[in-house]
Protein backbone atom coordinates (compact mmCIF):
# COMPACT_ATOMS: atom_id res chain seq x y z
CA UNK A 1 0.00 0.00 0.00
CA UNK A 2 2.80 1.48 1.04
CA UNK A 3 4.66 1.76 -2.18
CA UNK A 4 1.39 2.68 -4.08
CA UNK A 5 0.28 5.92 -2.52
CA UNK A 6 4.26 6.91 -3.50
CA UNK A 7 3.65 6.18 -6.86
CA UNK A 8 0.32 8.28 -6.74
CA UNK A 9 2.06 11.28 -4.83
CA UNK A 10 4.76 10.94 -7.97
CA UNK A 11 2.17 11.21 -11.00
CA UNK A 12 0.31 13.72 -9.25
CA UNK A 13 3.34 15.38 -8.85
CA UNK A 14 4.74 15.24 -12.45
CA UNK A 15 1.20 16.31 -13.86
CA UNK A 16 1.11 19.21 -11.88
CA UNK A 17 5.08 19.68 -12.54
CA UNK A 18 3.98 19.42 -16.42
CA UNK A 19 1.15 22.11 -15.87
CA UNK A 20 3.19 24.64 -14.21
CA UNK A 21 5.58 24.41 -16.86
CA UNK A 22 3.01 24.91 -19.83
CA UNK A 23 1.83 27.69 -17.70
CA UNK A 24 5.23 29.21 -17.38
CA UNK A 25 5.96 28.55 -21.07
CA UNK A 26 2.54 30.30 -22.39
CA UNK A 27 4.09 33.46 -20.09
CA UNK A 28 7.11 33.69 -21.48
CA UNK A 29 6.23 33.18 -24.96
CA UNK A 30 3.37 35.80 -24.79
CA UNK A 31 3.85 39.03 -26.56
CA UNK A 32 2.82 42.00 -25.80
CA UNK A 33 4.21 43.77 -28.88
CA UNK A 34 1.35 45.85 -30.78
CA UNK A 35 1.72 44.33 -34.53
CA UNK A 36 -0.61 45.37 -37.41
CA UNK A 37 -1.31 42.83 -40.15
CA UNK A 38 -1.16 43.79 -43.58
CA UNK A 39 -1.37 41.49 -46.89
CA UNK A 40 0.08 41.18 -49.82
CA UNK A 41 -1.83 39.99 -53.10
CA UNK A 42 0.28 39.18 -56.13
CA UNK A 43 1.24 37.32 -59.07
CA UNK A 44 4.59 36.92 -58.81
CA UNK A 45 6.77 34.58 -58.44
CA UNK A 46 7.53 34.11 -54.54
CA UNK A 47 10.19 31.47 -54.53
CA UNK A 48 12.53 30.97 -51.42
CA UNK A 49 9.60 32.72 -49.60
CA UNK A 50 9.05 30.79 -46.08
CA UNK A 51 6.62 31.61 -43.71
CA UNK A 52 8.33 33.41 -40.45
CA UNK A 53 10.49 34.99 -43.27
CA UNK A 54 11.67 38.54 -41.97
CA UNK A 55 10.08 41.60 -43.14
CA UNK A 56 12.51 44.36 -43.36
CA UNK A 57 11.43 48.32 -44.20
CA UNK A 58 14.48 50.36 -45.22
CA UNK A 59 16.81 47.30 -43.95
CA UNK A 60 15.16 47.23 -40.49
CA UNK A 61 13.39 44.13 -38.82
CA UNK A 62 9.87 45.14 -38.33
CA UNK A 63 8.23 42.07 -38.75
CA UNK A 64 7.24 38.09 -40.13
CA UNK A 65 5.48 36.43 -42.49
CA UNK A 66 2.48 34.75 -40.95
CA UNK A 67 0.75 32.86 -43.88
CA UNK A 68 1.26 32.03 -47.42
CA UNK A 69 -1.98 30.80 -49.31
CA UNK A 70 -3.25 31.29 -52.64
CA UNK A 71 -6.33 33.21 -53.59
CA UNK A 72 -9.61 31.02 -53.79
CA UNK A 73 -11.07 34.50 -55.27
CA UNK A 74 -8.74 35.08 -58.15
CA UNK A 75 -6.83 31.95 -59.02
CA UNK A 76 -3.03 32.42 -60.04
CA UNK A 77 -2.90 34.65 -57.41
CA UNK A 78 -0.88 34.49 -53.85
CA UNK A 79 -2.39 36.21 -50.57
CA UNK A 80 1.00 36.82 -48.52
CA UNK A 81 0.01 38.07 -44.77
CA UNK A 82 2.53 40.11 -43.18
CA UNK A 83 2.41 41.01 -38.82
CA UNK A 84 4.20 44.55 -38.88
CA UNK A 85 4.96 47.04 -36.00
CA UNK A 86 2.19 49.32 -35.47
CA UNK A 87 4.94 51.57 -34.91
CA UNK A 88 6.09 51.37 -38.91
CA UNK A 89 5.40 54.29 -41.24
CA UNK A 90 3.72 52.73 -43.59
CA UNK A 91 2.11 54.92 -46.21
CA UNK A 92 0.36 54.69 -49.00
CA UNK A 93 2.93 55.36 -51.20
CA UNK A 94 4.64 51.97 -49.45
CA UNK A 95 5.73 49.18 -52.25
CA UNK A 96 7.44 45.14 -51.13
CA UNK A 97 9.91 43.53 -52.81
CA UNK A 98 11.36 40.26 -52.61
CA UNK A 99 15.12 40.53 -51.49
CA UNK A 100 17.78 37.67 -51.02
CA UNK A 101 20.17 37.06 -48.20
CA UNK A 102 23.44 36.31 -49.63
CA UNK A 103 24.16 32.47 -51.23
CA UNK A 104 21.28 30.50 -49.13
CA UNK A 105 18.61 32.14 -51.10
CA UNK A 106 16.50 32.57 -48.55
CA UNK A 107 13.76 35.26 -49.55
CA UNK A 108 12.50 38.38 -47.20
CA UNK A 109 10.18 40.98 -47.83
CA UNK A 110 11.56 44.42 -48.22
CA UNK A 111 9.25 47.65 -47.91
CA UNK A 112 10.24 51.06 -49.10
CA UNK A 113 9.09 54.22 -51.04
CA UNK A 114 8.11 55.56 -53.80
CA UNK A 115 8.63 59.43 -53.74
CA UNK A 116 6.59 59.72 -56.66
CA UNK A 117 3.66 59.05 -54.76
CA UNK A 118 1.56 60.77 -52.09
CA UNK A 119 2.68 59.55 -48.52
CA UNK A 120 -0.47 59.44 -46.85
CA UNK A 121 -0.37 57.26 -43.79
CA UNK A 122 -2.61 54.03 -44.26
CA UNK A 123 -3.24 50.92 -41.86
CA UNK A 124 -3.97 53.24 -39.16
CA UNK A 125 -7.20 50.93 -38.21
CA UNK A 126 -6.91 47.52 -36.95
CA UNK A 127 -8.43 46.20 -40.94
CA UNK A 128 -5.83 44.62 -43.15
CA UNK A 129 -4.57 46.69 -45.50
CA UNK A 130 -2.72 45.44 -49.05
CA UNK A 131 0.76 46.39 -49.87
CA UNK A 132 1.56 46.29 -53.49
CA UNK A 133 4.67 43.93 -54.59
CA UNK A 134 6.49 44.83 -57.32
CA UNK A 135 9.11 42.80 -58.98
CA UNK A 136 12.90 42.74 -57.59
CA UNK A 137 15.96 42.07 -59.11
CA UNK A 138 15.26 38.43 -59.08
CA UNK A 139 11.64 38.73 -60.63
CA UNK A 140 13.34 41.94 -63.27
CA UNK A 141 15.94 39.11 -64.59
CA UNK A 142 13.37 36.59 -64.81
CA UNK A 143 11.29 38.84 -66.88
CA UNK A 144 14.21 39.92 -69.39
CA UNK A 145 15.60 36.86 -69.24
CA UNK A 146 14.70 35.92 -72.40
CA UNK A 147 15.52 39.48 -74.64
CA UNK A 148 18.78 38.76 -72.65
CA UNK A 149 19.17 35.31 -74.11
CA UNK A 150 18.08 36.64 -77.41
CA UNK A 151 20.24 39.69 -77.39
CA UNK A 152 23.11 37.06 -76.62
CA UNK A 153 22.37 34.60 -79.20
CA UNK A 154 22.21 37.50 -81.73
CA UNK A 155 25.47 38.66 -80.51
CA UNK A 156 27.07 34.92 -80.75
CA UNK A 157 25.09 34.85 -84.68
CA UNK A 158 27.45 37.98 -85.54
CA UNK A 159 30.52 36.91 -83.96
CA UNK A 160 30.37 33.58 -86.05
CA UNK A 161 29.89 35.52 -89.02
CA UNK A 162 33.10 37.77 -87.82
CA UNK A 163 35.32 34.58 -87.72
CA UNK A 164 34.44 33.43 -90.61
CA UNK A 165 37.20 32.07 -92.46
CA UNK A 166 37.19 35.14 -95.21
CA UNK A 167 37.08 37.48 -92.06
CA UNK A 168 39.69 35.42 -90.22
CA UNK A 169 42.33 36.39 -93.17
CA UNK A 170 41.45 39.99 -93.21
CA UNK A 171 42.23 39.47 -89.58
CA UNK A 172 45.42 37.75 -89.93
CA UNK A 173 46.43 40.25 -92.31
CA UNK A 174 45.57 42.94 -90.25
CA UNK A 175 47.65 41.42 -87.44
CA UNK A 176 50.46 40.94 -89.63
CA UNK A 177 49.88 44.40 -91.21
CA UNK A 178 50.29 45.47 -87.16
CA UNK A 179 53.41 43.16 -86.77
CA UNK A 180 55.42 45.01 -90.04
CA UNK A 181 54.19 48.44 -88.68
CA UNK A 182 55.73 47.70 -85.45
CA UNK A 183 58.74 46.21 -86.90
CA UNK A 184 59.08 49.71 -88.45
CA UNK A 185 58.40 51.60 -85.89
CA UNK A 186 60.93 50.36 -83.92
CA UNK A 187 63.25 51.39 -87.03
CA UNK A 188 62.73 54.74 -85.85
CA UNK A 189 64.16 55.63 -83.08
CA UNK A 190 67.52 54.57 -85.13
CA UNK A 191 66.49 57.18 -88.31
CA UNK A 192 65.48 59.74 -85.66
CA UNK A 193 69.31 59.46 -83.87
CA UNK A 194 70.99 62.10 -86.10
CA UNK A 195 68.45 63.84 -86.01
CA UNK A 196 68.60 64.28 -82.36
CA UNK A 197 72.23 64.61 -81.95
CA UNK A 198 72.43 67.59 -84.49
CA UNK A 199 69.64 68.88 -82.47
CA UNK A 200 71.65 70.83 -80.03
CA UNK A 201 73.52 72.47 -82.81
CA UNK A 202 70.29 73.61 -84.48
CA UNK A 203 69.14 75.08 -81.11
CA UNK A 204 72.42 77.06 -81.01
CA UNK A 205 72.07 78.26 -84.37
CA UNK A 206 68.35 78.89 -83.90
CA UNK A 207 69.44 81.16 -80.63
CA UNK A 208 71.79 83.05 -82.44
CA UNK A 209 69.27 83.45 -85.49
CA UNK A 210 67.37 84.83 -82.56
CA UNK A 211 69.73 87.10 -81.19
CA UNK A 212 70.93 88.64 -84.75
CA UNK A 213 66.68 89.34 -85.38
CA UNK A 214 67.02 90.94 -82.23
CA UNK A 215 69.78 93.01 -83.43
CA UNK A 216 68.58 93.55 -86.61
CA UNK A 217 64.82 94.70 -84.89
CA UNK A 218 66.57 97.33 -82.74
CA UNK A 219 68.34 98.70 -85.70
CA UNK A 220 65.64 99.03 -87.61
CA UNK A 221 63.85 100.57 -84.42
CA UNK A 222 66.96 103.06 -84.67
CA UNK A 223 66.55 103.85 -88.11
CA UNK A 224 62.72 104.13 -87.79
CA UNK A 225 63.30 106.68 -85.39
CA UNK A 226 65.87 108.97 -87.09
CA UNK A 227 63.32 108.47 -90.42
CA UNK A 228 60.88 109.47 -88.42
CA UNK A 229 62.86 112.83 -87.38
CA UNK A 230 64.15 113.35 -90.54
CA UNK A 231 60.71 113.48 -91.78
CA UNK A 232 59.27 115.76 -89.29
CA UNK A 233 62.50 117.81 -89.85
CA UNK A 234 61.35 118.08 -94.00
CA UNK A 235 57.62 118.88 -93.42
CA UNK A 236 58.23 121.47 -90.82
CA UNK A 237 57.29 125.26 -91.26
CA UNK A 238 61.30 125.83 -91.63
CA UNK A 239 61.70 122.59 -93.49
CA UNK A 240 63.13 122.01 -96.78
CA UNK A 241 59.47 121.11 -98.04
CA UNK A 242 58.64 124.59 -97.11
CA UNK A 243 61.45 125.91 -98.72
CA UNK A 244 60.60 124.37 -101.71
CA UNK A 245 57.23 125.02 -101.80
CA UNK A 246 58.23 128.67 -101.61
CA UNK A 247 60.49 128.81 -103.84
CA UNK A 248 58.30 126.86 -106.18
CA UNK A 249 55.98 129.81 -105.79
CA UNK A 250 58.38 132.77 -106.53
CA UNK A 251 59.60 130.77 -110.36
CA UNK A 252 55.87 130.53 -110.78
CA UNK A 253 55.15 133.55 -110.41
CA UNK A 254 58.38 134.92 -112.30
CA UNK A 255 57.03 132.67 -115.09
CA UNK A 256 53.95 134.31 -114.82
CA UNK A 257 54.84 137.86 -115.10
CA UNK A 258 58.12 137.70 -117.12
CA UNK A 259 58.94 134.81 -119.18
CA UNK A 260 55.38 134.44 -120.28
CA UNK A 261 54.97 138.04 -121.57
CA UNK A 262 58.93 137.84 -122.92
CA UNK A 263 57.60 134.84 -125.07
CA UNK A 264 54.57 136.43 -126.07
CA UNK A 265 56.79 139.26 -127.67
CA UNK A 266 58.98 136.77 -129.08
CA UNK A 267 56.33 135.16 -131.01
CA UNK A 268 54.90 138.24 -132.40
CA UNK A 269 58.46 139.13 -133.56
CA UNK A 270 58.85 135.50 -135.13
CA UNK A 271 55.56 135.80 -136.83
CA UNK A 272 56.39 139.27 -138.30
CA UNK A 273 60.00 137.90 -139.60
CA UNK A 274 58.16 135.05 -141.27
CA UNK A 275 55.54 136.91 -142.39
CA UNK A 276 58.65 139.38 -143.96
CA UNK A 277 60.10 135.98 -145.54
CA UNK A 278 57.53 134.96 -146.78
CA UNK A 279 57.25 138.22 -148.79
CA UNK A 280 60.54 137.95 -149.96
CA UNK A 281 60.21 134.79 -151.18
CA UNK A 282 56.83 135.29 -153.08
CA UNK A 283 58.75 138.39 -154.55
CA UNK A 284 61.40 136.48 -155.62
CA UNK A 285 59.47 133.89 -157.20
CA UNK A 286 57.25 136.73 -159.01
CA UNK A 287 60.52 138.36 -160.29
CA UNK A 288 64.27 136.37 -159.82
CA UNK A 289 65.87 138.59 -161.80
CA UNK A 290 65.54 141.00 -158.91
CA UNK A 291 68.14 138.95 -157.41
CA UNK A 292 70.98 140.29 -159.43
CA UNK A 293 69.08 143.49 -161.02
CA UNK A 294 67.37 144.92 -157.58
CA UNK A 295 63.94 145.35 -157.15
CA UNK A 296 62.63 147.68 -160.33
CA UNK A 297 60.08 150.45 -159.62
CA UNK A 298 56.45 149.67 -159.77
CA UNK A 299 54.28 151.45 -162.50
CA UNK A 300 51.85 153.68 -160.70
CA UNK A 301 48.07 152.28 -160.81
CA UNK A 302 45.49 154.16 -161.90
CA UNK A 303 44.62 157.47 -159.96
CA UNK A 304 48.12 157.68 -158.95
CA UNK A 305 51.01 159.96 -160.04
CA UNK A 306 52.51 159.57 -163.32
CA UNK A 307 49.59 156.67 -164.52
CA UNK A 308 49.60 157.08 -168.01
CA UNK A 309 46.70 154.50 -170.07
CA UNK A 310 48.02 152.07 -172.44
CA UNK A 311 46.87 152.87 -175.88
CA UNK A 312 45.44 150.23 -177.13
CA UNK A 313 43.21 149.72 -174.04
CA UNK A 314 40.03 149.40 -174.90
CA UNK A 315 37.51 152.20 -174.21
CA UNK A 316 34.61 151.61 -172.03
CA UNK A 317 31.58 152.97 -173.27
CA UNK A 318 29.84 155.93 -171.01
CA UNK A 319 26.71 154.62 -168.34
Known amino acids: MESRSHALWAGFFTIALAILTTIFALWLGKDNILRTPYTIATKL ?7 QAAVRYKGIKVGNVSDIDFDEKNPGQILLKLDILADTPVTASTFATLGYQGVTGIAYVQLDEDNNLPTIPVGSNKKITQIPLRPGLMQNLEQHGMAILAQTEELSKRLNSLLDSNN ?3 LISAVDNIGKAAAAWQTIPGQLEPVLTTLPDLVSQT ?3 VDAFKVFSDDAT ?3 KNIRALSDSLQGNDGSFAKLNVTADQIGNSLTLETLPGINGLSREARSSVRSINRVAETLNARPQSLFFGNTAVAPGPGEAGF ?3 KNAPKTAPK
Not at 45 to 51: E, H, P, R, T, W
Open 45 to 51: SVAGLNL
Open 168 to 170: RQS
Open 207 to 209: RSS
Open 222 to 224: ITS
Open 308 to 310: TEP
